[in-house]
């Protein structure tokens, strides 16, 4: 397991090598913040809380980490590193744990160039923070869920916008699973028993605890656990 | 040191690899030729631990490949055909990867691993350059030097001397040539010039089998005055 730091340092640094690091987080920062002023009505909530910037994670993760993601094993495969990689001491769990934890680390970077906004809300109000730092977590959480997803679709294939692409479907079937809206069409199809078993895969449903401050181990469990699952599957998949 | 017993891989209908067995000794240099897609490629990628045999196996130093790979890729140096490596890395950073990932963790050790690799490829004049932006020349060194900075006892060279100019070819020659006093090499390539010019056995494969493993000597004795050329086209006449 010694071998996942090298891995990872390679990983996480070369984000910043190229251009995708900065365009990544400035999109990131810019959309996120953007939706929770103008249509989550941060300010015009007038409530010393984060609620209106991290409502739309759940769908801002829909696009962007897809588009963080799908270049983990796709580049890999289409430039021939892959070939290197493998053919250094390194297990394919030790390399799928190396880049995973990487581009995880990046992606909570990403998150918490967010915390400005918190001090904000601490400035003009007093905030609960147990409610801020449960939420954070839960964010943190998720992304990896989101990654974990994209890490195995983009090791099905060299080609990226197709890794793109299916990553964001995955994702979405997973998103839409908890949507109140989508629940409602089901439920006047299905029992209501199928329906609250289907919501429990669903992001959103595990999220929302954390945005209410609560973190409740079965939450935590589920995001783990679809961590670990996918990228179970994402050794397989290299490994076939 | 490097002792291959009736490699098999297949490809849909088609069997790339039918039962290659040989041996290479300390001390030799084997020079692997074949047309293309005879199956070079594939049996290094085999030997190196890249890809699983379908049957057969190959052991380096006694190490089965299928039974521990970590261990048989530590022991080997392998230049990929067309030396894959991370674009967007400087040829130091790269080697440094490369150099922690095979155990040289200290700064000193890294330094002294990396130097000497840089030194002995002559990539001096590029090392702070980044390797999407050197020539073909130039990067087939960098996979030459990632190959060769742990001082391996095999060497696995898929093509070393493609895309490089008369006098590079001459260079990477005369380095084979004064490294494999104390290891083994095994080298592919389509040159025929060069097995007279390095190599002291020949192995030619056609269509996934060995039709010939003897010295050059012997080679040339097989049509005594006719060019190289003329007997390696009699003996791959089935591969076309």
């Known amino acids: 397991m010694t071998q996942i730091s090298p891995v990872f340092k390679r990983e996480f640094l070369g984000y910043f090598r190229s251009p995708v690091a ?7 920062s810019v959309a996120s913040i953007g939706l929770a002023f103008f249509v989550g009505g941060f300010f015009k909530a007038n409530q010393a809380t ?3 910037y991290f409502t739309f994670y759940p769908w801002l993760f829909l696009f962007l980490i897809p588009a963080a993601g ?17 053919t250094l001491p390194i297990t394919t769990l030790e390399a799928v744990l190396g880049k995973f ?6 992606l909570t970077l990403a998150i918490l160039l967010s915390l400005p906004l918190a001090g904000t809300v601490a400035y003009l109000g007093s905030p609960d923070w147990g409610v801020i730092a449960s939420t954070y977590l839960g964010g943190i959480l998720m992304a990896g869920a989101y990654l974990g997803v994209c890490s195995l679709t983009s090791a099905l294939t060299k080609n990226q916008v197709i890794s793109f692409v299916i990553s964001v479907v995955a994702c979405l079937a997973l998103l839409f699973l908890g949507w109140s809206v989508f629940s409602e069409v089901l439920g006047s199809i299905f029992p209501v028993w199928l329906v609250d078993l289907l919501s429990n895969f669903s992001f959103i449903t595990h999220f ?4 209410k401050g609560i973190i409740d181990p079965k939450d935590v469990v589920f995001f783990l656990s679809l961590i670990g699952f996918t990228l179970f599957l994402n050794v397989v998949a290299l490994e076939r | 040191m490097i002792e291959v017993k009736g490699l098999v891989k297949t490809y849909g209908p088609k069997r790339a690899v039918d039962g290659v067995s040989f041996r290479v000794n300390r001390g030799d240099i084997l020079g692997f030729l074949g047309p293309n897609g005879a199956g070079k490629s594939t049996t290094m990628k085999m030997i190196t631990g890249f890809l699983r045999p379908d049957a057969g196996t190959a052991t380096v130093d006694g190490i089965d490949v299928t039974v521990d ?24 950073e790269f080697l440094g990867f490369i150099a922690e990932v095979r155990g040289f963790r200290s700064t000193d050790a890294k330094r002294a691993q990396v130097d000497r690799a840089i030194g002995l490829t002559h990539l001096t004049p590029v090392r702070k350059q980044t390797i999407e932006t050197l020539s073909k020349g130039f990067k087939q060194r960098v996979g030459f030097a990632q190959a060769l900075l742990h001082d391996p006892g095999v060497l696995v060279l898929d093509e070393p001397t493609d895309g490089l100019d008369p006098n590079q070819k001459n260079e990477v020659r ?8 104390e290891k083994a090499v095994i080298l592919s390539t389509h040159i025929l010039e060069e097995v007279d010019a390095i190599c002291n056995r020949v192995i030619i494969i056609s269509q996934g089998k060995v039709v010939a493993d003897e010295t050059p000597a012997s080679l040339h004795a097989r049509k005594p005055g006719a060019r190289l050329d003329e007997i390696f086209r009699t003996l791959t006449a089935s591969d076309v």
């Open chain 1, 101 to 106: 934890l990487a581009a995880w680390a990046f």
């Open chain 2, 174 to 181: 005369s380095l084979i040539k004064a490294m494999a006093v």
């Open chain 1, 208 to 211: 929302d605890a954390f945005t």
């Open chain 1, 70 to 86: 799908m270049r983990l094993w796709s580049e890999e495969k289409r430039t021939g590193t892959v070939e290197l990689l493998f």
């Open chain 2, 69 to 92: 790979p970590v261990a048989v890729k530590r022991k080997l140096g392998y230049l990929p055909e067309s030396a894959p490596a991370y674009p967007e890395m400087t040829v130091e």
């Open chain 1, 50 to 52: 984060m609620q209106g």
């Open chain 1, 22 to 28: 900065y365009v990544f987080l400035v999109v990131f």
